[in-house]
């Protein structure tokens, strides 16, 4: 530990907290398999390159990126705004399904005033 | 005798509904050859349009919650479907469209000429910065979906029975307008514009798709294209 930057050590705890939440939210049940596989290994992938800054440099010059930091950082907002547009369909695909339901109480109550005004 | 259903979508119009309800009626008293049914569909009014429209004995769909323009279009969509109409009007509530235009709305679909008929209002009859949005949405609309209409905002349409089956509307708000002609592309539907004459009022306007909300429907617009 003692060749390890405060910085370092702190981002470490974080994605450990990080990975240990993905791990209870798939023992709930509230996460799907699939994605439990996706955060753990960002996760894991993350605490690697904290670990081995050298990892990010080497994969950094092999794109053509001249600093690993700069890699990572790119491939983070990346990331980040293609989950940002993934959560905006699926908040755009449970509108839909809460007007299928609007719709169905709508229509069930017509025809229960319909069976109660033939009665 | 063919079924034909005149949806309205309403959301607070207790000033105006029982006008525009008054003079579909009378339009349609018209079409003796056509089994007629008026649906208001009441988007969670907090005033007193259900009340209203009950009142004015039409029939009424009650949104429990408020599900914008899309929403109630799409409802209306399923009651169509399920009481197996011929042919779907959809209409505005606020008093914009004149029933008079009913006829020359479904006269291409009762002939079974075309699958679709969008009622347009012509350019020089909308205010500037209406024919400005309008213009834009009909060119993005183009853009994303290939379907070219000089007015894909026009709230007065007509959906035959193949079309009433097919188009599957899954947008909530203003966006729909759009949506349909991505629905008349995705099911090679056939359509065709009819003019139509459009009464703009302080009211119609206030009740309207803000201009600022354009930015926000197309930005829903072209999520749609990668979901």
């Known amino acids: ?119 | 005798m063919k079924r034909l259903i005149i949806a309205l979508p309403a959301f607070n119009e207790e000033k105006v509904i029982t006008s525009v309800l008054q003079q579909i009626k009378k339009t349609i008293q018209k079409l003796s050859d056509l089994d007629c049914e008026i649906v208001v569909v009441n988007d969670c009014s907090t005033d007193k349009t259900a009340q209203i429209v009950r009142q004015n004995k039409v029939t009424l769909l009650n949104h429990k919650i408020n599900r914008g323009l899309g929403g109630s279009l799409a409802t209306a969509f399923v009651y169509a479907q399920s009481k197996k109409a011929d042919c779907l009007v959809t209409m505005d509530s606020d008093g914009q469209h004149d029933p008079q235009d009913l006829l020359n709305v479904i006269n291409p679909i009762i002939n079974a000429q075309v699958d679709v008929v969008i009622g347009t209002r012509k350019l020089r009859q909308m205010p500037f910065d209406r024919q400005i949005i309008n213009g834009a949405s009909s060119f993005l609309t183009f853009l994303f979906f290939g379907v070219w209409c000089s007015d894909t905002q026009s709230g007065f349409r007509a959906f035959g029975k193949k079309a009433i089956n097919l188009i599957q509307l899954k947008t909530q708000r203003m966006e729909v307008s759009s949506e349909f002609f991505s629905e008349i592309a995705r099911s090679k539907l056939v359509f065709r514009e009819v003019g139509i004459k459009v009464i703009y009022t302080k009211y119609s306007r206030s009740k309207g798709q803000s201009n600022l909300n354009a930015f926000s429907v197309l930005l829903k617009l072209f999520m749609r294209l990668f979901r």
């Open chain 1, 1 to 119: 530990m003692d060749n390890f930057l405060p910085i370092q050590i702190l981002l470490f705890i974080f994605l450990l907290f990080a990975a240990s939440r993905v791990v209870l939210r798939v023992k709930e049940g509230n996460i799907s398999f699939g994605f439990f596989l996706f955060w753990f290994s960002l996760w894991i992938l993350a605490g690697f390159a904290i670990i081995n800054p050298g990892s990010t440099s080497f994969l950094a010059k092999q794109i053509g990126i001249g600093r690993g930091t700069d890699a990572v950082i790119y491939a983070s907002l990346v990331l980040l705004f293609y989950l940002l547009f993934r959560t905006n369909v699926i908040i755009e695909n449970l509108k839909h399904e809460i007007t299928k339901l609007t719709t169905e109480i709508a229509i069930k109550e017509k025809k229960e005033d319909e069976n109660t005004s033939d009665n």
